[in-house]
C-alpha cells in the first residue's frame, strides 16, 4: 500500500474511532479538524489517549504507533512510542479538557501545549551542549507508569536553588520516564531524593544504573529517609554523598565543590564517604522560607503528565516542620520539632502567581504537615487573599485539638477565604492507643471538631486518616476506632475517611521503642522492601494482621473521598464504584471475613499500580 494512502486512511479511520468511542460531540470534531489543519494530530493523538475513555484507548494507542511507523519515521517521538506498548499509555483524566478549552480561547497557546507534550513523548531530552560541566541531573524514584504522580515539589526547590548558583538542571521522574532508556551523560552529580520504603529500591535501581554507565559521577541522596539515617544510607555502596534536611542552602556548593575537585570538609550539611570512613559535617543553616523564590522551574517538569495537576489540584508548600510530638511521625526527628513558615503576604503572592501562570487550577494544596500552627498567620492569609480578591479553593493539613477550640469567627473566615477541605490525623477512638502514640487528641475533640464545622462551616469538608496494626492493640481498639467514625459521621455528615492504614515502622520515636520485638532494617537496602500497606508486624497474630488488611482495604473502598475520586478516569471510577457497594455492606455489619474481592483487587492494584 503506498505510504501516504495508508497514512490518510489511518487518520480517517482514527478520525472514526474517537467520535464513534469517545462521544465528545461537536465540540471535539472541531477541534479535531482544527489540529489535523495545524499539522499537530501526533502531539493530541496522545493527549487524546489521556482522555478517560478506557475503552478506546487500547485500539487508538495501536493505531498511534502504526501511523508512527509509517509517517514519523525520523521524529523523536517515535522510538518512545515504539518501546512502549498500548498498555503503557497511561489515562490521564482531563488532559483533553483542558487542551480543549485552551484551544477554545487562544489558538496558538494550544498549540504550543500540543506541541510541548509531543515533545515530552522524547524520553532522552538532549543534554544541554554548553553546559555539561555544570550540569547537574536530579531523579524522583518511582515505578515507571506508577497512577497519579504528585509534582516533586522537593526537587524543584532543590533545582531552583541549583539554577542560582549557576548549575543546569535536568529532572528524571522515574514514574514518567522509563529510566532504562535515559541518557545519564557526565553530570557533576546525580540527586537521588527519597522517602522510607520502597522508593528506596526504584532509587537504587537507577543508581545501578548511574554505576554501570557513568561510574565517576557522585551519587548524592538527599529527602527524608537519607536525612534521618544519613551514615547508615552514606554506607550503601550506591550514595557518596548524603545532603541532610534542607537542600537549598547546601546543593550549590556541594556541587562547586565536586567541579573544582575540593574536599567537602567544609560543606555544612553533609555525610559522606572518604578515605574509607564515614564523615559528617556540622547541620546546615536553615534558608529563610521567604527567600525562596516564588518562580520554581516548573518547565523541568512534564507537567501534562501529572494527572493531579491537570484535574486542577496544585501542591505548594507554606511551612515547615511541626511542634508536636505524635511517636510514629518523622518530625521529631527531621525538624527537631521546629516549625517555621513564609509570611502571609509571601503565601498569597505565590497563589496569585500560581493562578496567572496555571489558569487551569482549582485547588491550591498545600503540603505543608501542619499548616494552622500560628493561627494569627492563617487569619493574615484568609484576610489577604478576600482583600486582593484571590478567588480560589484550598486544603490544609489541621488538627482536632486546634479545630475544637477555634473561635466562630476564625472557622467562618476561612471557609469565606476558600478553605474546602481540612485533613486530620485521628489515629485511633481508643484513648489508651492515643496515648501510646502521643497524639495528645481526645475522641471529645474530634467529635467537637466537625460538629463545630458542621455549624459554623458546613462548606468545609473534615478529612481523616486512622491507624492500625499497633503493638498491644486489640479488637476491642479498633471497635472504638469504628464507632468513633461512625460517630463522626453523625455529628458532620461531610465527614470523610481516607480509610485505616496499617501502621508501617519508618525511622521515628516509637519505631525506637519497638526494637525488642521488631529489628528495624540495617541498611539502605534493606529499608527498600518494608512495603506501604502490606507491612506484617510481627507483634501480631497472622490471623489478626489478615484481618487487619482487610479492614483496611473495606476502609478504603468504602470511604475514599469522593473529591479524590472524582480526579480519576473513567476506568478507576467504575471499578470503585462496584467495590464502594460491597465495601460499604461490610462496613455497616462489621464484617472482615473471606476478602476475595479485596484480595484479587489488591493483586491487580499491585500488578497495575505499583508504588509511587
Ligand atoms: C507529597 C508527599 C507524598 C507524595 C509523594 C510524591 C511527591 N511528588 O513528592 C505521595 C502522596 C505519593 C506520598 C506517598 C507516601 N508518603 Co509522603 N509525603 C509527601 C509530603 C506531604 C510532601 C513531600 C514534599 O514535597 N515536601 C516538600 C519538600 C520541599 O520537602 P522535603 O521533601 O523535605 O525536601 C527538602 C529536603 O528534604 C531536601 N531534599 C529532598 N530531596 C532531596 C534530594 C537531593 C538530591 C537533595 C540534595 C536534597 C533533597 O531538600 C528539599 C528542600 O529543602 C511529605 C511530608 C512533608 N511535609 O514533606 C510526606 C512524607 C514524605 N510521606 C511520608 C510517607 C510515610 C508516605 C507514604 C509511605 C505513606 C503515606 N502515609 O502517605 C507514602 C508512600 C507510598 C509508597 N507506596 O511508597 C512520610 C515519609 C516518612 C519517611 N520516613 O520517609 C512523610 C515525611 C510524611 C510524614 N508526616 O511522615 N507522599
Ligand atoms: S501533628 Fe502531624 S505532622 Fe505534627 S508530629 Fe503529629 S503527625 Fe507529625
Known amino acids: 500500500m503506498d505510504e501516504t494512502f495508508s497514512t490518510s486512511a489511518l487518520f480517517l479511520l482514527e478520525g472514526a474511532l474517537v467520535q464513534t468511542h469517545m462521544r465528545v460531540g461537536k465540540e471535539f470534531s472541531a477541534f479535531w479538524a482544527e489540529l489535523t489543519a495545524f499539522g499537530f494530530v501526533m502531539g493530541f493523538a496522545v493527549d487524546a489517549d489521556h482522555g478517560s475513555y478506557g475503552l478506546f484507548l487500547t485500539c487508538y494507542a495501536r493505531m498511534l504507533r502504526l501511523r508512527l511507523d509509517n509517517c514519523h519515521n525520523n521524529h523523536p517521538s517515535r522510538s518512545w512510542i515504539a518501546k512502549g506498548s498500548a498498555s503503557d499509555i497511561s489515562v490521564y483524566p482531563n488532559t483533553l479538557g483542558i487542551l480543549m478549552e485552551r484551544m477554545k480561547n487562544d489558538k496558538s497557546k494550544a498549540c504550543l501545549i500540543i506541541n510541548r507534550s509531543f515533545s515530552f513523548l522524547s524520553n532522552d531530552k538532549p543534554i544541554p551542549d554548553d553546559a555539561t560541566s555544570k550540569q547537574v541531573l536530579l531523579v524522583f524514584p518511582g515505578k515507571y507508569n506508577a497512577p497519579d504522580p504528585q509534582i516533586p515539589l522537593q526537587l524543584l526547590y532543590v533545582a531552583s536553588a541549583l539554577q542560582q548558583g549557576g548549575f543546569v538542571v535536568r529532572i528524571l521522574d522515574m514514574r514518567l520516564d522509563d529510566y532504562r532508556d535515559f541518557n545519564v551523560g557526565n553530570p557533576v552529580f546525580v540527586g537521588i531524593t527519597c522517602m522510607s520504603g520502597q522508593q528506596i529500591r526504584y532509587g537504587l535501581d537507577f543508581s545501578k544504573k548511574v554505576r554501570a554507565e557513568s561510574p565517576k559521577v557522585p551519587l548524592v541522596w538527599g529527602g527524608v529517609h537519607p536525612t534521618l539515617l544519613p551514615e547508615q544510607t552514606a554506607r550503601s555502596d550506591y550514595v557518596d554523598v548524603v545532603v541532610r534536611g534542607e537542600g537549598e542552602l547546601v546543593v550549590s556548593e556541594l556541587a562547586s565543590n565536586l567541579v573544582s575537585g575540593q574536599t567537602l570538609d567544609k560543606v555544612k550539611g553533609l555525610t559522606f564517604k572518604a578515605d574509607g570512613e564515614i564523615k559528617s559535617t556540622p547541620n546546615a543553616d536553615v534558608i529563610d522560607l521567604d527567600k525562596i523564590p516564588i518562580e520554581l522551574p516548573y518547565e523541568l517538569l512534564k507537567l501534562e503528565r501529572y494527572p493531579t495537576l491537570q484535574s486542577g489540584r496544585f501542591h505548594i508548600q507554606t511551612s515547615r516542620g511541626c511542634p508536636h510530638r505524635c511517636g510514629f511521625c518523622y518530625n521529631r526527628m527531621f525538624n527537631k520539632k521546629a516549625w517555621r513558615a513564609k509570611s502571609a503576604t509571601r503565601v498569597v503572592d505565590e497563589i496569585e502567581y500560581i493562578l496567572r501562570k496555571f489558569p487551569y487550577v482549582k485547588i491550591i494544596d498545600p503540603v505543608d504537615d501542619n499548616f494552622f500552627v500560628d493561627q494569627k498567620r492563617?487569619?493574615?492569609?484568609?484576610?489577604?487573599?478576600?482583600?486582593?480578591?484571590?478567588?480560589?479553593?484550598?486544603?490544609a493539613n489541621c488538627r482536632f485539638d486546634y479545630l475544637a477550640e477555634y473561635p466562630e469567627n476564625f472557622v467562618r473566615l476561612i471557609e469565606r477565604a476558600g478553605c474546602k477541605e481540612l485533613d486530620f490525623g485521628g489515629e485511633s477512638g481508643s484513648e489508651r492507643l492515643q496515648k501510646f502514640v502521643c497524639k495528645d487528641i481526645t475522641a471529645d475533640q474530634m467529635l467537637q471538631s466537625v460538629a463545630n464545622l458542621h455549624k459554623w462551616a458546613p462548606t468545609i469538608d473534615?478529612?481523616?486518616?486512622?491507624?492500625?496494626?499497633?503493638?498491644?492493640?486489640?479488637?476491642?481498639?479498633?471497635?472504638?476506632?469504628?464507632?468513633?467514625?461512625?460517630?463522626?459521621?453523625?455529628a458532620n455528615p461531610r465527614t470523610q475517611h481516607y480509610g485505616i492504614f496499617m501502621y508501617t515502622p519508618f525511622p521515628s520515636p516509637l519505631l525506637e521503642t519497638l526494637s525488642t520485638e521488631f529489628q528495624p532494617p540495617q541498611s539502605l537496602e534493606e529499608w527498600s522492601a518494608i512495603e506501604v500497606f502490606h507491612f506484617q508486624p510481627p507483634w501480631h497474630s497472622r490471623a489478626y494482621v489478615k484481618k487487619l488488611q482487610s479492614i483496611s482495604a473495606v476502609t478504603r473502598y468504602a470511604f475514599y473521598p469522593q473529591s479524590r475520586i472524582d480526579e480519576h478516569g473513567f476506568i478507576f471510577k467504575m471499578s470503585y464504584r462496584v467495590m464502594n457497594r460491597v465495601a460499604r455492606y461490610r462496613w455497616r455489619h462489621r464484617y472482615f471475613g473471606f476478602p476475595v474481592e479485596l484480595e484479587l483487587a489488591n493483586v491487580i492494584a499491585r500488578r497495575l499500580r505499583g508504588f509511587l
Not at 378 to 395: F, H, Q
Not at 463 to 483: A, C, I, R
Open 378 to 395: 492563617v487569619e493574615d492569609i484568609c484576610n489577604c487573599m478576600l482583600s486582593r480578591g484571590v478567588k480560589v479553593a484550598w486544603r
Open 462 to 490: 473534615p478529612f481523616t486518616s486512622w491507624l492500625s496494626g499497633l503493638p498491644d492493640e486489640t479488637y476491642g481498639d479498633m471497635k472504638k476506632t469504628f464507632d468513633l467514625m461512625d460517630a463522626m459521621a453523625v
